[in-house]
């Protein structure tokens, strides 16, 4: 009986198959290479991107802005009505905390009130702390506070609002006739020694009297009395321009 030959032994390594498949996959990577190339990508929309995407998961602080936010609206793009005022945005957060940590390390956070309002930064100063009674000339210790405010805050602030307030116990006769003209007087010296003084381009000023009617409490007692004659320092988040 004859004796069978053996089957020569496979060859060791991948199926033939596979040089075929490794071309093709090699093929389709140079092509989407080739399209890659001839693409251009937008930095900017992509940034914008990647800032929006930042934001919707809780990774930027609050109170920041994009770079965009800040620059003049041309009205050309897209959503923006053309000849509408740009706008410019503070941190409100960076603002809040240098302030209150000025006046922490001086021991005036009873003294002068700040708080974070829609509008902005409030800080609160009792007009016993800036001028005499009656008189719309600061004391030394008032400009020594306004000096340093403003020169921590001013290069971050779009605008501040000067805001003169008094009580309701009329005022009789005198230089200012009546309490609108006193807290309107009270809030133009201040803001002028903001431009004068403290460097506050004068652009970001504008000053106003409100007399008796915008009380924080009711003019009932001395204290309140006390309470409601006040300068205001509203450091604005958000003004056009």
């Not at 000096?147 to 003169?164: C, F, H, M, W």
């Amino acid at each position: 009986m004859a004796r069978k030959e053996k089957a020569p032994p496979s060859s060791p390594g991948a199926p033939l198959y596979m040089a075929t498949y490794g071309d093709m996959v090699t093929l389709v990577l140079c092509f989407f290479v080739l399209l890659f190339a001839m693409s251009s990508i937008d930095s900017q929309k992509f940034q914008k991107a990647l800032l929006s995407l930042r934001g919707s998961l809780g990774v930027m602080k609050g109170g920041m802005v994009t770079e965009e936010s800040t620059e003049p609206n041309t009205g050309e793009e897209e959503g923006t009505a053309a000849g509408s005022a740009p706008r410019y945005e503070m941190d409100t957060r960076h603002v809040a905390y240098t302030i209150d940590s000025y006046l922490r390390s001086e021991g005036l956070d009873k003294a002068i009130q700040m708080t974070v309002t829609q509008r902005g930064v409030s800080v609160s100063i009792s007009d016993q702390f800036l001028f005499n009674s009656g008189s719309a000339e600061l004391k030394p210790d008032g400009q020594r506070v306004l000096y340093k405010i403003a020169t921590l805050v001013r290069n971050d602030v779009p605008a501040i609002s000067v805001e003169g307030h008094t009580d309701a116990v009329p005022l009789r006769g005198g230089r200012y006739r009546d309490n609108w003209g006193l807290s309107s007087a009270r809030a133009a010296v201040v803001a002028s020694y903001l431009e004068t003084d403290a460097g506050v381009a004068p652009e970001k000023l504008q000053a106003v009297g409100f007399g008796a009617y915008r009380p924080v409490v009711p003019n009932d007692s001395a204290e309140h009395r006390a309470l409601n004659r006040r300068v205001d320092l509203i450091f604005l988040s958000q003004y056009p321009k």
